[in-house]
């Protein structure tokens, strides 16, 4: 399993990943596994300062996701470069994730909860909901984007998908040993978040709560799904 993709994360934004898988990212990574990122979004709108420029802060974000994927044991970024407040369920959006699909062949994506209630960025709603269709049925139908046959890219199935912020989870990851290589890494995105003491303890209790009935102390809850074929 070491050198075929485990888990793929799909994420809107960079940051989002580490906000929402993390600490299951540095677990796997930890135990030998390959995870690839694909950072939909360059993030380029996120601030609220005046003079920042779009195109600078594109680049700075996407220094920080490296720099996050790199503490984290990420084995491939992938960039698609679509503009902050951009993604459309489209074609072109749709064929860029069974691209990477297809090309690193996961067992398992992660992604954003498309189905979360009200007070959800429009982003992370489209990612979620692209990246299920590009799961099932694109990725695993060969008439499907026949054009990446072409570029060498045949079928694949995963076999699973797991969303965080999922208002009904079903799935947890002790992350108790890994939630500081969590916090380590969400502190490289240093243009989105500043990790205070106050911050890293409103993590540990929210990690705390995840946690609820386990016998491990911090956890990620995600709602998860195993595709049937």
């Known amino acids: 399993m070491k050198n075929e993709t485990y888990l793929m994360v799909i994420s ?23 995870v690839v990122y694909v950072i939909c979004t360059n993030g380029d709108k996120g601030t609220s300062d005046r ?20 503490v984290l044991g990420v084995s ?18 749709r064929r860029d994730l069974v691209r990477a699909i297809r090309r690193y062949r996961p067992f398992a994506v992660a992604t954003a909860d498309p189905y979360r209630k009200y007070m959800w960025h429009r982003d992370h709603r489209i990612a979620g909901i692209v990246a299920l269709d590009a799961v099932y049925p694109y990725s695993r139908d060969h008439l499907a984007y026949p054009e990446l046959l072409d570029e060498g890219l045949e079928p694949h199935k995963v076999r699973e998908m797991w969303f965080w912020g ?9 992350i108790t040993d890994t939630i500081d290589t969590k916090l380590v ?12 003491p106050e911050m890293r303890n409103r993590m540990k209790d929210f990690a705390r709560m995840n946690a609820k009935g386990e016998k491990f102390e911090l956890a990620e809850a995600f709602h998860r ?5």
């Open 12 to 34: 809107p934004h960079p940051d989002d990943c580490e906000f929402g898988v993390a600490g299951t990212v540095a677990k796997l990574t930890q135990e030998g596994k390959k």
């Open 51 to 70: 003079k920042m420029k779009p195109e600078k802060l594109a680049k700075i974000r996407e220094e920080e996701q490296l720099a996050a994927a790199k």
């Open 76 to 93: 491939d970024v992938v960039f698609l470069h679509y503009p902050d407040q951009g993604l459309e369920d489209n074609h072109e959006f």
């Open 166 to 174: 999922a208002e009904e989870p079903n799935y947890k990851m002790d």
């Open 185 to 196: 890494a969400l502190g490289c995105h240093k243009s989105q978040v500043d990790i205070t």
């Open 225 to 229: 799904i195993e595709m049937r074929y």
